[in-house]
């Protein structure tokens, strides 16, 4: 059975985002997310630090790429998307 994904109304607004701006995002667009996952979501978020919400394309982006939910020590809960050598997520705070 495939994951339902969450609301595609939330997630639709941060396809019209840029890349640069994930680290601005609205705070409480990050609490609506972590709201709507699913329990599962939630589990894998809490057991792997990470969770995948959807593909998304962005402003000016070629492809859609996965957007995941991170959880950083220091900035609580982010959006990111694999980047660099081995694909790795990292906080958008933190890389700033
Ligand atoms: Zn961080």
């Known amino acids: 059975m495939v994951e339902e994904l ?7 607004g ?3 985002m840029s890349a640069f701006s994930l680290r601005q995002l609205d705070p ?4 609506q997310i972590v709201a709507n996952i699913s329990l599962t979501q939630y589990l894998t978020l809490l057991i792997t630090g990470s ?4 593909w998304l394309k962005c402003a ?6 996965p957007f995941y939910l991170i959880k950083c020590e220091k900035h609580g809960y982010q959006l990111s998307y694999p980047s660099g050598y081995g694909m790795k997520l990292f906080c958008p705070k933190c890389v700033e």
Not at 28 to 31: A, G, Q, T
Not at 51 to 54: F, G, H, R, T, Y
């Open 28 to 31: 409480n667009l990050i609490n």
């Open 6 to 12: 969450m609301d595609k109304r939330l997630l639709a």
């Open 51 to 54: 969770v995948l919400l959807d």
């Open 60 to 65: 000016g982006w070629k492809d859609k790429i």
């Open 14 to 16: 941060l396809s019209l």
